[in-house]
């Protein structure tokens, strides 16, 4: 079993839909992340989180230490959207690495 | 913005050559990182860099990997002996300091191993 699971793995919506990806993982953790891949394969990094909530335009992120679990949220979606969201978390244990969830691949329709 | 940069972009090298991909991290961070992306898999850990030393390194990164900083601004990765199963994208990362910070990914280098 992966220590970061991501649902859903596939996601499409219509411009303006709420969108929410969750990540819940198995782990002890110091951190997470959320970051964006562009179809180019660029990766950028969009959240770093270890308690409560981040708000960066119209995207929100969650996360709740109890219950291992994270949630990237994207309010009024619009098609420049449409990438590949990752999951990542920094372990208590492992130093500085970061370990990857699958990520959800989005596309926004107009 | 400051960016990290990576060079090249995409090569392709027969199995068995040496390879290296080049970083230009962020100026003033400290930790120095790589990753890999197997086409259609996951981002891996490779190995993590601080004060002119690995400070972690992964299962994957065995006797083939190396890494250096040449000259206080580059960060290399080199493998020694390209397999095919070492066809990938390789991003070198880098952050401010350790435990929670942003960290910062390069373009990656997508090298093809035939």
């Known amino acids: 079993k992966n220590e970061v699971e991501q649902s859903p793995q596939n996601l499409t919506a219509q411009e303006g839909e709420f969108i929410t990806i969750n990540c819940s993982y198995s782990?002890?953790?110091?951190?997470l992340h959320w970051l964006q891949q562009h179809p180019g394969g660029g990766i950028v990094s969009l959240f770093m989180?270890?308690?409560g909530k981040k708000k960066h335009g119209r995207l929100i992120a969650t996360i709740n230490i109890q219950e291992k679990h994270s949630s990237l949220h994207i309010t009024a979606s619009h098609p420049r959207d449409s990438a590949v969201y990752i999951c990542?978390?920094?372990?208590?244990?492992?130093?500085?690495?970061?370990?990857f969830g699958e990520g959800t691949q989005l596309t926004v329709n107009p | 913005e400051p960016e990290v940069t990576q060079t090249p972009s995409h090569q392709v090298t027969q199995m068995g050559q040496e390879v290296i991909l080049r970083c230009v991290p962020i100026?003033?961070?400290?930790?120095f990182y790589w990753y890999r992306q197997i086409l259609g898999q996951k981002v891996e850990f490779l190995v993590s860099?601080?004060?002119?030393?690995?400070?972690?390194k992964s299962e994957i990164f065995d006797d083939q990997f190396s890494v250096e900083r040449p000259d206080g601004s580059n960060f290399t990765l080199k493998i020694r002996s390209t397999k095919l199963e070492d066809s990938a994208m390789y991003f070198c990362?880098?952050?401010?300091?350790?435990?929670?910070?942003?960290?910062?990914f390069g373009e990656g280098s997508w090298l093809t191993v035939v």
């Open positions: 860099f601080y004060n002119n030393e690995i400070s972690e």
């Open positions: 782990v002890g953790i110091s951190a």
């Open positions: 990542a978390v920094r372990r208590e244990t492992s130093g500085s690495r970061l370990t």
């Open positions: 989180l270890s308690s």
């Open positions: 100026s003033n961070h400290l930790y």
């Open positions: 990362a880098s952050s401010e300091w350790s435990g929670g910070n942003t960290i910062y």
